[in-house]
């Protein structure tokens, strides 16, 4: 059986809610409807799980899929069921009547997808023989080789998978790019002759942005102002930091939590969970956070410390934006953290390849031109545009002569003789009265103060700068000594020019208002859906982000679907999840869209209006008078005054009733024991007496006996 292009769309949309598929995920599925093995490479949130998740509602029999972690496959099997997928999951968790319920369901036919760990495989051992299995999908399977960074012992058994089931298509995902594991992986499974999926590695949405790490607390509590409820991961290099930035950010109000390898276990699967539940909006976390993760709606990664290699950085920022939408990734640059990691590498076992890895990584922190660039040439792709989603892009930097600069710097690195570290060489430059600088006698130098002009962090960037152009260097095994290169005296004595990327105050310009975003942002109807979104995955017990992505929810906000058809056409709504949640959210777009009018109706006319008809008031004209004069109603009019009246405005209400009504008014107040409502008078005198009248009465009544 081959299903064709409209059945492979309609199955996209009834149980996904997609209009198209991402790039390659068709070739994809239609390789394993050809029965080939596949072998899938594709970024973090690339849309790897819809290859096989799709064919296996198609096919015939089950679809097994190999998941190395047991706490996520529960998650897969709940967003599977949101669908209306059926799906369920085996591992050792379970007693053996679990199992045995699910064995039945299986060999009943019941089970389309069934999920295991590769050392949970032999449970399945008895039940092997008796079903049929269309498709064999192995996740993360870069597991299996030790290429990769994260090898798995259980995954190396896997190879006998293909021998058994040799006609059964085989599928291997994974985010690892490189070459050799990729072989790896293809040899190890038996499946040499796969064919290979590579997607490109550009994540568009993700917004790339690197600054000085100096008053990174305040710079990052400025950030989350713009980022209002938004969830994201602040990553450190130490566990200290985490849990002292986690304490900062809650003393500010934040849910942020600490997350480490030295948190006790069962503490850290709840932080975990949490934060997939949205009720922790932030977790500061070492690189143990984070793998398995699936939430598509994490909107920003912070890395508070320069992290060691490009791989892990893009890995890490990768959990950003999962879900396509605009995400925002800030990395802090900071010697200290370059030092450190240094120090590290040169303990580590392949010292060599570890400092050349830093060294890419410092490039790309440094990189004065498209960041996106740097990053996919990383991993082998070639970009030709600049991406116009980073800072460079967004700011480019202007070039000044630097010459000046650089020969202040670099004749204040000789003086001292080559002796001193960054800081001690911009002290001596801005003429710094401190200990560093007297104990040795700088003060006395030559050029002791030539730099005060320049404030000590532009200092900094400069002389970053002037490192990267080659015309200094830091003698990282002596205490980081700054020393002069050979191309230094191209400067310092024959009259080179150089060119200094000039520093704007970028976070100046950024200063937008934010209290205005926000505010805007808590009543937009997004929020709204977000809140709806999370009251019904609390009660349902499944991650809010399993209900509908961000993007279904923005879109949702954008086209504002107020019946079943309008609202399946919404991409990421499925006809399960339509039938489950759309009378709920439909409703909240309804009433949102109706307030909204009624809000803008009188905020547009309230001030203006109300001053209109108080002006023609003062000047004298009855309520009919100025309602010809206005065009407007004389219910509207009086409308006016009443509110001008509990506005505290000079009205006599005296004027509009007559002194038989003010009676049987308060003679009806009595006998209907004050009602809170105006009907009852209404009834009362059989429609007799108009609201107004009645609104009048009452006013005056009140402000008697007041
Ligand atoms: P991966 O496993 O590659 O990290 P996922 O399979 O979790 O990625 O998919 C990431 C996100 O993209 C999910 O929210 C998923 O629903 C969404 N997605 C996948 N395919 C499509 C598509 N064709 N159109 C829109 N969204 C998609
Ligand atoms: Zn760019």
């Not at 009676?663 to 209907?672: F, G, P, R, T, Y």
Request: with cysteine.
């Amino acid at each position: 059986m081959y299903p064709n292009q409209t059945q492979l769309n309609q199955t996209l949309k009834e149980y996904f809610g997609y209009d198209t598929f991402r790039p390659l995920q068709l070739d994809i599925i239609n390789s394993i409807f050809e029965g080939k093995d596949n072998l899938v490479i594709m970024p973090t949130g690339g849309g790897k799980s819809i290859c096989y998740q799709l064919p296996a509602i198609l096919l015939p029999g089950i679809t097994l899929v190999i998941s190395p972690l047991i706490a996520l496959m529960k998650d897969q099997v709940d967003g599977l069921h949101a669908n209306g997928i059926s799906a369920a999951f085996i591992n050792s968790s379970q007693t053996a009547n679990e199992h045995q319920d699910i064995f039945q369901k299986i060999t009943d036919g019941k089970i389309k997808l069934l999920y295991v760990a590769p050392e949970s495989l032999s449970f399945l051992d008895t039940i092997f023989s008796d079903i049929e299995i269309s498709l064999i999908a192995i996740d993360e399977a870069h597991c299996i080789s030790s290429w990769g960074h994260d090898f798995r012992p259980a995954y190396t058994q896997l190879g006998y998978l293909k021998n058994k089931f040799s006609n059964t298509p085989l599928i291997a995902l994974t985010a690892t790019a490189d070459k050799a594991t990729r072989q790896d992986i293809c040899n190890q499974l038996n499946i040499p002759n796969a064919t290979q999926h590579l997607a490109s590695f550009d994540r568009k949405n993700l917004s790339l942005e690197v600054r000085p790490g100096n008053k990174r607390i305040e710079q990052i509590i400025d950030f989350l102002k713009r980022e209002t409820n938004n969830c994201g991961i602040i990553y450190c290099l130490s566990r200290k930091t985490t849990e002292m930035l986690a304490e900062k950010l809650q003393s500010q109000g934040y849910k942020a939590e600490a997350y480490h390898a030295g948190i006790e276990h069962q503490k850290r699967s709840r932080i975990q969970e949490q934060f997939i539940n949205d009720t922790i909006q932030i977790v500061c976390a070492t690189v143990a956070f984070g793998m398995g993760i699936d939430k598509s709606n994490v909107r920003w990664v912070i890395h508070y410390n320069l992290p060691k290699n490009i791989e892990g950085y893009y890995q890490e920022i990768g959990r950003a934006g999962r879900d396509g939408l605009p995400s925002s990734t800030l990395l802090f640059h900071s010697y200290a953290d370059v030092v450190q990691l240094q120090k590290f590498a040169n303990t580590s076992g392949n010292q060599e390849v570890q400092m050349a890895k830093l060294e890419r990584m410092k490039q790309y922190a440094d990189s004065l031109s498209c960041r996106r660039k740097i990053l996919l040439s990383y991993f082998g792709e070639l970009i030709q545009e600049d991406c116009g989603n980073c800072d460079v892009c967004k700011n480019p930097p202007t070039f000044i002569d630097g010459t000046i600069i650089a020969q202040k710097a670099l004749s204040t690195v000789a003086r001292i003789k080559e002796q001193e570290p960054i800081g001690t060489v911009i002290d001596t430059l801005r003429g710094a009265q401190n200990a560093a600088v007297y104990d040795k006698g700088y003060n006395h130098l030559k050029t002791y103060g030539i730099g005060k002009e320049i404030s000590w962090r532009d200092w900094q960037q400069y002389i970053i700068q002037l490192i990267n152009q080659g015309y200094l260097e830091i003698a990282f095994h002596e205490n980081n000594k700054l020393k002069l290169t050979t191309l230094s005296r191209h400067i310092l004595f024959e009259g080179e020019k150089v060119s200094l990327a000039h520093l704007q105050e970028l976070e100046k310009a950024k200063q937008v208002n934010i209290e205005q975003v926000s505010k805007a942002k808590a009543s937009s109807l997004f929020e709204k859906l977000r809140i709806l979104r999370l009251e019904i995955a609390k009660e349902a017990g499944i991650p809010a982000y399993q209900i509908f992505n961000d993007a279904t929810l923005k879109e949702m906000e954008k086209v504002r679907p107020m019946s079943d058809e309008e609202f399946l056409q919404i991409n990421g709504v499925g006809r399960q999840k339509m039938q489950n949640y759309g009378y709920q959210f439909i409703k909240e777009i309804i009433n949102f869209t109706s307030e909204k009018k009624k809000k803008r109706k009188t905020s547009a006319n309230k001030g203006n209006t109300h001053k209109e008809t108080f002006t023609l008031y003062q000047q004298g004209l009855s309520i009919e008078e100025i309602a010809i004069e206005r065009k407007l109603a004389e219910s509207t009019i009086f409308s006016h005054i009443m509110k001008l009246y509990e506005n505290g405005e000079n009205i006599d209400l005296n004027q509009f009733i007559n002194k038989a009504d003010i009676d049987a008014i308060k003679k009806a107040k009595i006998e209907l024991e004050n009602p809170d409502t105006l009907k009852p008078y209404f009834e009362y005198f059989q429609e007799a007496i108009s609201y107004n009248t009645i609104k009048i009465a009452l006013a005056i009544l009140e402000e008697r006996a007041t």
